[in-house]
């Protein structure tokens, strides 16, 4: 069974960055495209950015220019760069599959707020 680990989360100002990682227990992780998403509350969860196994990526247009998707194969992980984050930006942020392919890890908690 496959695990996803978030990290990286936690406090910030408007206009601040975090890094945020993601560690997959794929056995072979290069195959898959994965991405980010968040649930804000009281919101469905909804799709931010993805990254294919070949370093092509894609995001959805309120983060563009701002967020950045990123991966290590050798090390099963995933990034998000989040840079100018705005109180908007506020939510549990998660990694899956693109499309989501395995079971929900327990997120990391973003809360941009002054």
């Known amino acids: 069974q496959v695990q996803l680990v978030e990290s990286g989360g936690g406090l910030v100002q408007p206009g601040g960055s975090l890094r945020l990682s993601c560690v997959a227990s794929?056995?072979?992780?290069?195959?898959?495209?994965m991405g980010w998403y968040r649930q804000a509350p009281g919101k469905q969860r909804e799709w931010v950015a993805a990254?294919?196994?070949?370093?092509?990526?894609s995001y959805v247009d309120f983060v563009k220019g701002r967020f950045t998707i990123s991966r290590d194969n050798a090390k099963n992980t995933v990034y998000l760069q989040m840079n100018s984050l705005k109180p908007e930006d506020t939510a549990v942020y998660y990694c899956?599959?693109?499309?989501?392919?395995?079971?929900w890890g327990q997120g990391t908690q973003v809360t941009v707020s002054s």
């Open positions: 794929i056995r072979i992780f290069r195959p898959y495209t």
């Open positions: 990254i294919t196994g070949g370093g092509s990526t």
């Open positions: 899956n599959g693109h499309p989501m392919t395995f079971d």
